[in-house]
């Protein structure tokens, strides 16, 4: 439509991660594939930084979250997400109602599933998510940064992850980038940490967790405890820095209640753009219809001029045009008496036939005549309507009148054309 551009613009995805000191917000920079980092110190802060209409990846603490690795027979797969529900619900302290649960494959055979299984609560995730819940703003996914993290660097194989949450230290024991067990750790004291990093490598032996990763990612932050960790373990310490953005992860925990509410938000934003869509359509037509209205005034003010100064000229050529008319039948030969005379007798059709009385005006003519028979009346009639000399006339003839000696009395009118 005229007058109208609509831009449809893709939603843009963010990502909004837990730091030692508050939230990360992660956002794609326009044109470059580069992405925008702003360290914020609580979810307060990034409200006024997104929309609803983002695509808003939000990453839980670890410590928000109950992780939980099982061994399970693997079945029909149509069957398989059903019973890992069932197990999630028997290992978990609280009812169904009460937490959102997701699970990913660690490793499948014909004969054994281990699974990763992570459950929230819904109060809490409400309570880390209220800022955002409070204007409306409900994120299309719902996981945990510790599984993002391990996604990102440890996608196969298994590592130990070392990094700071809040006041807390994660170390958490990843296969094929996902969390198979994992610790909060109190401070980043080295003495501490000298003595949990080995008890948590024990508790995974007795859980059935080969503890013997091939490699231990440390967040860069921790620098300073990278000589005291590679000297705890065999396998090589690296360091880690923040994932730009992170790498995406099946694990949703988002309450099906906010899936219903997000759904009606995107079509409420929706129904929004239509309408403003529809009010710029209704505002340009209108635009335009006022411009065409303008225009059109415009025109025949200009027309109503021109003939206002045309009038005298035009009235000059009508009443030329009159005057003419009105001398026609006097200068016109065509009009002539001697002339139509001439043609009308032309046109008797015998000697039985007689002009008796002639009239001509401007206006008219009329001949009055008498002939012996009604049908020689006529015949005079047709013969006069065909004369080339009579065509610039129109003739008519009431019937003819028949007198006692049976003779026919006749009066033929002619005006004009």
């Known amino acids: 439509?005229?007058?109208?551009?609509?831009i449809e613009t893709a939603p843009s995805q963010v990502f909004i991660t837990p730091t030692a000191h508050g939230w990360n917000l992660l956002r794609a920079r326009d044109g470059d594939g580069q992405w925008n980092v702003r360290l914020l110190q609580s979810l307060e802060?990034?409200?006024p930084l997104v929309s609803s209409e983002d695509e808003l990846v939000l990453g839980l603490p670890l410590a928000a979250v109950l992780a939980q690795r099982f061994r399970l027979p693997t079945v029909d797969p149509a069957e398989f997400p059903e019973m890992v529900r069932i197990q999630i619900e028997k290992a978990l302290p609280f009812s169904a109602e009460e937490v959102t649960s997701d699970f990913e494959v660690i490793e499948q055979n014909e004969?054994?599933?281990?699974i990763s299984a992570v459950a929230?609560?819904?109060?809490?995730l409400a309570e880390i998510a209220a800022p955002l819940l409070d204007k409306g703003i409900i994120p299309s996914q719902v996981t945990v940064y510790a599984a993002q993290r391990a996604t990102t660097h440890a996608p196969k194989g298994r590592a130990l992850f070392i990094y700071p949450e809040g006041e807390m230290l994660v170390s958490a024991l990843t296969e094929n980038g996902k969390v198979s067990l994992a610790r909060m750790l109190d401070g980043v004291g080295p003495e501490q940490l000298q003595m949990e990093l080995p008890q948590l490598a024990l508790s995974a032996e007795l859980q059935g967790v080969d503890a013997s990763f091939s490699n231990v990612l440390l967040d860069e932050s921790c620098f300073e405890l990278k000589d005291m960790?590679?000297?705890i373990f065999s396998a090589p310490t690296e360091l880690v820095g923040m994932e730009t953005p992170p790498?995406?992860?099946k694990l949703n925990l988002l309450p099906e209640s906010w899936r219903r509410r997000r759904v009606q938000l995107v079509q409420r934003g929706e129904w929004r753009k239509r309408l403003i869509i529809a009010g710029a359509a209704y505002a340009a037509v209108l635009l335009l219809f006022l411009a065409?209205?303008?225009y059109t005034r415009i025109a025949i003010a200009q027309f109503d001029r021109l003939i206002a100064r045309d009038a005298p000229q035009t009235q000059f050529i009508r009443d030329t045009e009159t005057n003419w008319k009105a001398l026609a039948p006097a200068i016109d030969p065509r009009f002539y008496p001697v002339e139509v005379l001439l043609h009308l007798s032309e046109s008797l059709p015998s000697a039985d036939v007689h002009i008796t009385t002639y009239n001509q005006s401007a206006r008219q003519l009329s001949v009055d005549g008498e002939a012996n028979t009604a049908a020689l009346a006529y015949q005079l009639a047709e013969k006069v309507k065909k004369n080339p000399g009579l065509?610039?006339?129109r003739f008519d003839m009431a019937a003819p009148r028949l007198l006692p000696n049976n003779h026919a009395q006749f009066r033929l009118e002619g005006k004009p054309k």
Do not use: C, W
């Open 45 to 47: 802060e990034v409200v």
């Open 229 to 231: 960790v590679q000297g």
């Open 391 to 393: 065509q610039n006339f």
């Open 120 to 124: 929230v609560r819904n109060e809490r």
């Open 111 to 114: 004969t054994e599933s281990v």
């Open 292 to 294: 065409y209205f303008g």
């Open 1 to 6: 439509m005229e007058g109208v551009l609509v």
């Open 247 to 249: 790498a995406s992860v």
